[in-house]
């Protein structure tokens, strides 16, 4: 299914969040806070337009994605790529000062393991930050965002993007998912110590953080 989104994703994307994604990045780089000489993994990042926002801290980091159709959609940027699958990561345990994924973990088969999978590849003392779309906290609001995901957004996406269907899928998919607890209490299962959330655009999106016990 991502391959065949990949050619005009990121545009999609800017189309179908009104904009809201470059916030939604802006925010996953200050959660994350990276530092020069850091090495962070972007996991899930498709073209690598997630890595590229990490990128500008300095630290070194890394996309890494199973689809090589969204990994060749971003061949253009200046970032390294991995083709891996989350959920059996092509690297070492304790690689990574910090491990990241946004708006891929809802898509990933088999979310605890991929949890557990980022756990394992981070340093002792290393974190994790997670952006996801969550559930709008403010009744109303949440009761208007729906009919948009279910009935405006696969519409829009048809004038846009060069695979409509995976937007009904993308809508149907963030109805399914946990909501900011719920995701919490899974981070906290996998392993990860001080699962915290905080939501962006009242709740649309939550970004989820904890980090690996030890020094
Ligand atoms: C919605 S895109 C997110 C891309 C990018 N992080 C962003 O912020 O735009 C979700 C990505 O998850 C990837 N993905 C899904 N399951 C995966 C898995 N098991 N291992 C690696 N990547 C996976 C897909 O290939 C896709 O590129």
Redesign the pocket.
Known sequence: M?DGVARRYDLT?TVISAGQDRYW?WMTRRAIAPRPGEQVL??????G??TVELGKSGAWCVA????QG?LAAGRHRNVPMVA????ALPFADNSFDAVT????LR???DIDL?LREMLRVTKPGGRLVICEFSTPVIPVFKTIYMEYLMKALPRVARAVSSNPDAYVYLAESIRAWPNQRQLGRRVTQAGWSGAQWRNLSGGVVALHRGYKLGS
Request: aromatic share 10%; no cysteine.
């Open positions: 991502f994307n990045r972007d996991l899930a990042a498709g073209t337009v997630s890494a994605d199973f689809s969204m891996g699958d989350a959920m994924i946004s708006f891929g898509n990933i088969a991929a």
